[in-house]
């Protein structure tokens, strides 16, 4: 990954929303997973779908700790997921409505 040194520039948030409105358009779940196959490597995807799985126990109420053991992400992950949830920009609130 390219170190974070600099803010957002324009060009780089015009690029992830460009991104973003790609993947909102896909309508076929098999394609949007066929596309972040091709665009993330194993690792990438793989901590996507970990903090997705994180998140989702996070919302049953699931202690820090017993995430942690059982899906091996490391608790400084599972509170990075929790504050999103709780004070991000509102995507993982509008993913548990579309879940």
């Known amino acids: 990954m390219k170190p974070n040194k600099a803010p957002e520039s324009r060009q780089q948030r015009s690029v992830e929303r460009a991104l973003s409105q790609v993947l909102a358009d896909m309508d076929d779940a098999s ?17 996507i779908a970990d903090r997705w799985q994180v998140a989702l126990l996070l919302r049953e109420g699931m202690p820090y700790r017993a995430i942690s053991e059982k899906t091996a992400v490391s608790v400084t992950t599972i509170g990075r997921v929790a504050r999103c949830i709780t004070h991000g920009s509102g995507g993982y609130t509008a993913a548990f409505e579309q879940s």
């Open 31 to 47: 394609d949007i997973y066929n596309f972040l196959i091709d665009l993330c490597t194993p690792a990438e995807l793989q901590a």
